[in-house]
Structures are given as C-alpha cells and as structure tokens.
C-alpha cells in the first residue's frame, strides 16, 4: 500500500485545513487507517482513525471536538478537516493503514505500531 498525503501548509490559529490522503492499494477499503502527528523533540501521537466500513471513528484527546476524520471509498482517500487549529497543533501529519484483521480493539486503533504503512509526512505551520 501507498499512501500520499497532501493538504498542508501554514494556516493563522483559528483557522481550517483539510488533509488528504490517497492510497494505492487495490483493497483499499479494507484498511483501516489514521492519522498520527510529530513534532521536534515529541513522540508521534494519535490524532485520528477510521475503521475499514467508515463506521467507527476514534480521536486524540487533544483534538476531539475540532477534527474530523472521514473516507471517500470511491476515490480510495481519506481526509481530515481541521478547525479551531492551535499553535500546539503545528506537526508534522502522517496518514496510515493497516488491514482491519489487524486491530480488533478501540485501543489498537490509536497504536502507531499496528499500522504496517505509512505515508510521507504534511507539515502543518500555526502561527499565532
């Protein structure tokens, strides 16, 4: 699987992007997959997931209310719409995939170690 990601850039705190990530695979939408962030000197965080069907959605702590996670099956993409944007958010955005046989809990959902692909990373600059 290869995955693409795009749809950063620098956005003013308050402000909104959209992240994008398509991906190669024939079976696509067998995959659940997520977006994890990175920033200097920090471990890599659990932003968001979406399971395989798109029913099942799981946030970070740190962006439940101001995120959305969501999945195009047609395009074979996924997105993640971002308001309310802080300074504290600013990271480098990484979208993921693993095959659904591979998490079976909420939990696995936000473990970047069960995800076995992984896209380039989208740097997103909040300025203050």
């Known amino acids: 699987v290869q995955l693409q990601a795009s749809g950063g850039g620098l956005v003013q705190a308050g402000g909104s992007l959209r992240l994008s990530c398509a991906g190669s695979e024939r079976h696509f939408s067998s995959y659940h997959m997520a977006w994890f962030r990175q920033s200097p000197g920090n471990q890599r965080e659990f932003v968001a997931a979406i399971s395989w069907n798109g029913i099942s959605k799981y946030y970070g702590d740190s962006v439940k209310g101001r995120f959305t996670i969501s999945r195009d099956k047609s395009k074979d993409t996924i997105f993640l719409w971002m308001n309310g944007l802080k300074p504290e958010d600013a990271a480098d955005y990484y979208c993921?995939?693993?095959?659904?046989?591979?998490?079976?809990?909420?939990?696995?959902?936000?473990?970047?170690?069960?995800?076995?692909?992984w896209g380039q990373g989208t740097q997103v600059t909040v300025s203050s």
């Open positions: 993921a995939a693993t095959h659904y046989s591979q998490i079976t809990t909420a939990q696995g959902m936000g473990d970047p170690a069960k995800y076995d692909h």
